[in-house]
């Protein structure tokens, strides 16, 4: 692989929410204003992180699901996985877990939907037009509800009544088909009622510190063992296994250098 593949693994109280906790009505009655005392989202704790940019996908997708396995041994939990899309990345997890007889509940990041919303908005707006930012809010709140399908029909709609020619309205066709291949992904409703998460935030963060951090440095040359490496080593300090592993580390130079290459001869004494 060229580009890091980096995968995680936490746990999380659940956090019920509602859709006004994550995006605020862009049309609240008169006088009403917002007012809403927004309720928090689940907080992460026995964070657990693992990358490669040699390993295969399926390779690191699988370390993850060992990790859930051994946190969860009898399935009795919700394995929630976040994930960005991908259909390479979907199709990887869904095979994983049919291999080992678990239910994931796979949820597409919310800012990955959003991008496409925006995207659709500028079809039918003129840049900076602030009326862009209020039809974003509307159709996300529309998804978060549980409606991807209508909101894929809505744009439908507007892109006929609009008369947009084909390249004028790429970005609504592109939103239309990701909302509506990927629907059952989107269940918001489902996710913000049980109080998981929906957002790859954190995930983002670990990019960054792990991998670009480090790897992304200005003038910094990389060949693929001396990055994997440097990367399984940043793995180590974060999961906070270093310690462990340097112990295990100087125990096996100790077998190759010395014990397997002196072995067989006498040791002398003064």
């Avoid at 994930?83 to 390479?88: E, I, P, Q």
């Avoid at 951090?213 to 940043?234: C, M, Q, S, Y």
């Avoid at 112990?247 to 001869?265: G, L, M, P, T, V």
């Amino acid at each position: 692989m060229t580009a890091a593949s980096q995968e995680w693994a936490l746990v999380v109280s659940p956090a019920p929410r509602a859709v006004d906790d994550i995006i605020a009505d862009p049309d609240p009655g008169d006088g009403d204003g917002d007012g809403h005392e927004r309720r928090p989202g689940p907080k992460a704790r026995s964070k657990w992180l693992t990358g490669s940019v040699d390993d295969p996908a399926a390779q690191v997708v699988a370390a993850v699901f060992d990790q859930a396995e051994h946190r969860d041994p009898t399935h009795r939990r919700y394995w929630v996985v976040l994930v960005d899309g991908a259909r390479h990345q979907l199709d990887l997890i869904n095979a994983e877990a049919e291999r080992r007889g678990v239910k994931v509940h796979i949820v597409i990041d919310l800012i990955h939907v959003l991008e496409y919303l925006w995207d659709a908005a500028w079809c039918l707006h003129e840049a900076g037009d602030p009326a862009a930012e209020a039809f974003v809010a509307r159709h996300a709140r529309t998804i978060l509800g549980g409606g991807a399908e209508q909101v894929a029909a809505a744009l439908q709609t507007a892109a006929r009544a609009a008369r947009l020619k084909k390249k004028r309205r790429k970005g609504i066709d592109d939103a239309i088909g990701y909302l509506r291949n990927k629907a059952q992904y989107l269940r918001y409703d489902t996710a913000l009622e049980r109080g998981w998460p929906i957002a790859t935030g954190i995930i983002e963060g670990v990019c960054r510190h792990l991998v670009k951090d480090r790897l992304d440095i200005t003038g910094a040359r990389w060949g693929l063992p001396g990055a994997e490496a440097v990367l399984k080593l940043r793995v180590l300090r974060a999961n906070g296994d270093f310690d462990t592993y340097w112990s295990w580390h100087e125990k096996q130079e100790f077998a190759r250098n010395h014990q397997a290459r002196y072995r067989d001869q006498p040791i002398l004494t003064a």
